[in-house]
């Protein structure tokens, strides 16, 4: 294992000397750049964590809606999860800005409220989009996770007297919870590299940055090597953080 890391390190090592020398970034001193650099890493970040946060909210009650929910509630629930699942990310944005952002003006009370400010804006429909798009998968996720959790467990709690609400947040979730964190983590990734399709809706994110430093200075391999490392960045950080969630959270929770 050793040589092999030595042989990495020195491999990204000269990969990193050589894009030093041998390509330009001049155009990283321009103060007009690294605002816009700085900006689109922020409007990543701010859309990534609450597009997740949004959409385990909603893929929360999505799940259990399946796994033990009544049929009025649990065939909308999958009939939602199927669609999300089954259409691309991208056609779900250009509907939802294109489409509804696009109906919004022909409503008076709509223009004359004080949400056409916001309403009139990308970023809301970059939110929704990619939320339910979080929604749709992991209620299918957490679905299987409420079914993996042992039933012996639960009917335990009845029998001492617990309350649903209170078997639900002290046994059934956090042992779901628990069960989803690997996957969760992958889906996390997932969702970050998805973040650049906002782009094609005027949202400045760190891909937005790197096309317009393309299209201003025709230069084009140190953006996106630029790009590269902000992802994998970001990535590593994702990864850390939920393998120290794993260590963390409780598998069983009485």
Known sequence: MIPRRLVMIALVLALAVWSAYALRWDWLGNPKYQALIWTGIWNTFWILIVTMVIGMALAIPLGLAQAVGPWYLAAPARIFCSIIRGTPLLLQLWLLYYGIGTFFPSIPWIRESD?????????????????????????????????????????????????RF????????????????????????????????????????????????????????????????VYMSITGLIVLLFRWFESRFPSRVA
Do not use: C, N
């Open 115 to 163: 949400l056409w400010p916001i309403l009139r804006q990308a970023w809301p429909y970059a939110v929704v989009a990619l939320s339910l798009s979080v929604a749709g998968y992991e209620g299918e996720v957490m679905r299987g996770a409420f079914k993996g959790v042992p039933h012996g467990q639960l009917e335990a709690a009845r029998a001492m007297g617990m309350p």
């Open 166 to 229: 209170t078997l639900f947040r002290r046994i059934w979730l956090p042992q779901a919870l628990h069960r989803v964190l690997p996957t969760l983590g992958g889906e996390t990734v997932l969702q970050l590299k998805a973040t650049p399709l906002v782009a094609t809706i005027t949202v400045i994110d760190i891909y937005a940055v790197a096309g317009r430093v393309r299209q201003d200075t025709f230069i084009v391999y140190e953006p996106l090597l630029l790009l590269a490392v």
